[in-house]
């Protein structure tokens, strides 16, 4: 490949998102990871892709429902130019409810979406008859969503990088190169978190544990589960993916008594879950930024610099967004990004 117009370090998701974003409007792209794609948390196995709560809207809420939005084209581009599936579909999601005031905050939500979000999804409240993969639900209802979707986390990847390729950019593994060329984009998660945090001398983010796990079973085309905290996410290769925990005090990389616990609450939740097998088992650190928003854009010290990291539990909702705004800052200088999500609102330059 000839000299490239950006360099992304990191072929995570928001990595090979802002790599793809570029590629398509004709920028030579290399992307390099010192390990292997989705080594870190973009690597798991659950990919749930939800709204947040249609209240309270802010830049965060609003960024997120376009990314949302924009998913089903945007992910059909990749598998169209790659040839791999990435495991998209937009089935929506399902909530039980637990009591008279939950379903009247849950009516008042919905008409905060009748107003939010354009006429292109819905939040309601319908009743529930427990039957079947639809959850039990003490007040009687749930709330359905039609805005959430699924994606299978590993094969995205997979077709971000075939895209990639396809479009004659580059994807290096287990590579730490020097020969930086054109701007950089550090997309580097929970290790690249904590380096800033080294650097700066305070913390501004770092890992925190999750844990999940597959279970065979076979529902393709109904919608998630969201009960209890715990993620129910059915995918199109006969699994379901139950998670996640979040463990502040998490240590290890392994799996825990926690994930066995969380298999036996979704067990409780659907009882069509009580006799599917493990598949696998999944602990991951995912990089969450103090402040709890995405970190995007120019490194306020570093000239030609850039940081796309935080994506915490949303990275593959925020994914479509995060790519197109990055691509948008460094290949053409427009902003686009939320005020919040910039560098410098969570650290200023350090002391030299």
């Given at each position: 490949?000839?000299?490239a117009?950006?360099?992304?370090?990191?072929?995570?998701?928001?990595?090979?998102?802002?790599?793809?974003?570029?590629?398509r409007?004709g920028?030579?792209?290399?992307?390099?990871?010192?390990?292997?794609?989705?080594?870190?948390a973009?690597?798991?196995?659950v990919?749930?892709?939800?709204p947040?709560?249609?209240e309270?809207w802010?830049?965060?809420?609003?960024?997120q429902l376009?990314?949302?939005l924009?998913?089903?084209?945007?992910?059909?581009?990749?598998?169209?130019?790659?040839?791999?599936s990435?495991?998209?579909?937009?089935?929506?999601?399902l909530?039980?409810?637990a009591?008279?005031?939950?379903?009247?905050?849950?009516?008042?939500?919905?008409?905060?979406a009748?107003?939010?979000?354009?006429?292109?999804a819905?939040?309601?409240?319908?009743?529930?008859?427990?039957v079947?993969?639809?959850?039990?639900?003490?007040?009687?209802?749930l709330?359905?969503?039609?805005?959430?979707?699924?994606?299978?986390?590993?094969?995205?990847?997979?077709?971000?990088?075939a895209?990639?390729?396809?479009?004659?950019?580059?994807?290096?593994?287990?590579v730490?190169?020097d020969?930086?060329a054109?701007?950089?984009?550090w997309?580097?998660g929970?290790?690249?978190?904590?380096?800033?945090s080294?650097?700066?001398?305070?913390?501004?983010g770092?890992g925190?544990?999750?844990?999940?796990?597959?279970?065979?079973?076979?529902?393709?085309?109904?919608?998630q589960?969201?009960a209890d905290?715990?993620?129910?996410?059915?995918?199109?290769?006969?699994?379901?993916a139950?998670g996640?925990?979040?463990?502040?005090?998490?240590?290890?990389?392994?799996?825990?008594a926690?994930?066995?616990?969380?298999?036996?609450?979704?067990?409780?939740?659907?009882?069509?879950l009580?006799?599917?097998?493990?598949?696998?088992?999944w602990?991951?650190?995912?990089?969450?930024?103090?402040?709890?928003a995405?970190?995007?854009?120019a490194?306020?010290?570093?000239?030609?610099?850039?940081?796309?990291?935080?994506?915490?539990?949303?990275?593959?909702?925020?994914?479509?967004?995060?790519?197109?705004?990055?691509?948008?800052?460094?290949?053409?200088?427009?902003?686009?990004i939320p005020?919040?999500?910039?560098?410098?609102?969570?650290?200023?330059h350090?002391a030299r």
């Open positions: 490949m000839a000299t117009d950006l360099t992304v370090r990191g072929a995570g998701i928001f990595g090979l998102s802002v790599a793809w974003a570029a590629v409007r920028a030579r792209v290399r992307v390099t990871d010192v390990a292997h794609v989705g080594a870190g973009s690597g798991g196995v990919g749930a892709m939800a947040h709560v249609p309270g802010n830049g965060k809420k609003a960024f376009d990314s949302l924009m998913a089903h084209d945007w992910w059909a581009a990749v598998a169209a130019t790659g040839g791999i990435p495991g998209y579909a937009r089935l929506g999601r909530q039980p409810l009591d008279a005031a939950a379903v009247s905050v849950a009516r008042t939500r919905a008409a905060g009748a107003a939010l979000w354009q006429g292109r819905v939040w309601r409240v319908i009743p529930a008859s427990g079947g993969w639809q959850p039990a639900s003490p007040s009687g209802w709330v359905e969503d039609t805005l959430s979707a699924r994606i299978a986390p590993r094969a995205a990847l997979a077709a971000l990088v895209a990639i390729r396809a479009k004659g950019g580059e994807v290096l593994e287990g730490d190169a020969d930086i054109g701007p950089v984009v997309a580097t929970a290790a690249g978190l904590a380096g800033l080294r650097d700066l001398g305070r913390v501004v770092g925190q544990k999750g844990q999940a796990a597959l279970l065979r079973l076979s529902l393709p085309d109904v919608p589960i969201f905290g715990v993620h129910l996410v059915p995918h199109a290769d006969g699994t379901v139950v996640s925990t979040t463990e502040r005090d998490g240590a290890g990389t392994g799996t825990d926690g994930l066995e616990a969380l298999i036996a609450r979704a067990r409780l939740l659907c009882p069509l009580a006799d599917a097998p493990v598949t696998e088992r602990a991951g650190f995912r990089p969450r930024a103090a402040h709890r995405p970190i995007l854009g490194w306020p010290w570093r000239p030609g610099h850039y940081i796309a990291n935080g994506g915490f539990k949303i990275g593959f909702g925020m994914a479509p967004a995060v790519g197109e705004a990055m691509a948008d800052l460094v290949l053409d200088g427009v902003m686009r005020a919040d999500f910039l560098p410098d609102v969570l650290f200023a350090p």
